[in-house]
């Protein structure tokens, strides 16, 4: 089977003003063919998102899809919910539209998946 990659979307990433990050307050447009992550295509511009594990399982890498389309054909442990609750894992996110995220989401989504008792729990969260 061929796959093509012709397809690419322009994804807006906002690095939010309080993000730890050196881009934090600023927003970048990046170009992203369908075989390639968010996080690969930004640190690829250079803004070098958090990222611990690279492969969906960690949560470190969490953002809010505010508009547009992803897939996470890899990612070892996102579920529909997550995708519901708005949360996207950009380790592992490829884009099917154009798109924006608003980056270095851990914390809210730890607590989304701790109020929701879905994996990792309260374990991990700070008082
Ligand atoms: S870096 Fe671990 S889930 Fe994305």
Not at 36 to 57: F, H, K, M, N, P
């Amino acid at each position: 089977m061929t796959q093509s990659s012709d397809d690419t979307w322009t994804v807006t990433i906002v690095v939010p003003e309080e993000s730890a990050l050196d881009e934090a307050g600023e927003t970048h447009k990046v170009e992203i063919s369908e075989d390639e992550t968010i996080l690969a295509a930004a640190r690829s511009a250079g803004v070098w998102l958090t990222a611990d594990c690279q492969q969906g399982w960690c949560i470190t890498c969490a953002a809010r899809l505010v508009d547009g389309d992803v897939v996470h054909p890899n990612a070892r442990r996102y579920d529909t919910e997550d995708r519901e609750a708005g949360y996207i894992l950009t380790c592992t996110a490829k884009p099917r539209a154009d798109s924006t995220v608003v980056v270095e989401q851990y914390d809210e989504f730890l607590e989304y998946r701790a109020a929701n008792n879905k994996p990792p729990g309260s374990s991990k969260l700070s008082d």
